[in-house]
């Protein structure tokens, strides 16, 4: 049973779109969020909640993995790819690690597993919003060698031609754009692009890099753009 808890600093407008199937979950949710001051809007299931999502633009999604119609995760896979810069935490019941690895490679934010405490989502919703309004201020392109990246379009061209990007990848890709010439650890990265600070592996980051690199460098065994600090992680210097 969910409680009325952790009342806190007042949200104001910000928006909180809850995707579950289970009708008591959702109202417990949306008691609480709104106790805390968050406006509430919900889906019951995948396909209402990507609708929803598209039309209202929420601040954050809290999105269940295993939903009728269209599940979580291919419901995160579609919105990252058209909003890639909508916070998602993603809830499940299963609590198996597949699931957890998934939902953050298509580009959740954070991940619940049920049972969970209203006390711990509440701090998680609070963290990722803090996360998302303290990003540093972006133009709306950049240029680096032949690359081209279009941050309000999500689009990367090399050379004049398309490069296509994971939503994960243009995400790591938009942080080094934003911090140029600033030396990032892992731990680091995996927590300011990831949002999940008991991400399996700093591997992840490893290889979400050799593919960047892959794509975007001239010769990616001898990176110019982005660099490893050895010891520390990595820069991008464009």
């Known amino acids: 049973m969910l409680r009325r ?34 406006q509430v809007i919900t889906a019951l299931d995948g396909v209402e909640g990507l609708d929803r999502a598209l039309k209202d633009s929420p601040d954050l999604i809290v999105l269940d993995v295993m939903m009728p119609r ?9 919105l990252k790819a058209k909003r890639p810069s909508i916070p998602i935490i993603m809830l499940t019941a299963r609590g198996q690690e597949v699931d957890k690895v998934v939902g953050l490679e298509l580009g959740a934010d954070d991940y619940v597993t049920k049972p969970f405490s209203i ?43 398309p490069v296509e990007f994971s939503s994960k990848e243009f995400e790591l890709l938009k942080h080094f754009l934003c911090h140029s010439g600033e ?53 991008f210097v464009g």
Not at 123 to 152: C, H, I, M, W
Request: aromatic share 8%.
């Open 119 to 161: 006390r711990e989502l509440l701090a998680r919703v609070k963290a990722v919003l803090r996360r998302a309004k303290t990003l540093p201020k972006e133009q709306d392109s950049y240029t680096f060698g032949d690359v081209d990246v279009n941050l309000r379009s999500y689009q990367v061209l090399r050379g004049g031609k």
């Open 183 to 235: 030396t990032m650890s892992r731990d680091r990265l995996l927590d300011e692009v990831w949002g999940y600070e008991n991400f399996p592996t700093t591997r992840t980051v490893d290889a979400h890099i050799v593919r960047i690199r892959q794509k975007l460098e001239p010769v990616p065994e001898q990176p110019r753009f982005f660099l490893t600090v050895h010891g520390v992680g990595y820069k």
């Open 5 to 38: 808890e952790l009342k806190g600093e007042v949200m104001g407008t910000t928006k909180i779109l809850i995707v579950e199937d289970e009708p008591n979950m959702v109202a417990g949710l949306r008691d609480n969020f709104e106790y805390e001051g968050f």
């Open 70 to 78: 269209m599940s979580g995760l291919d419901v995160c896979k579609q």
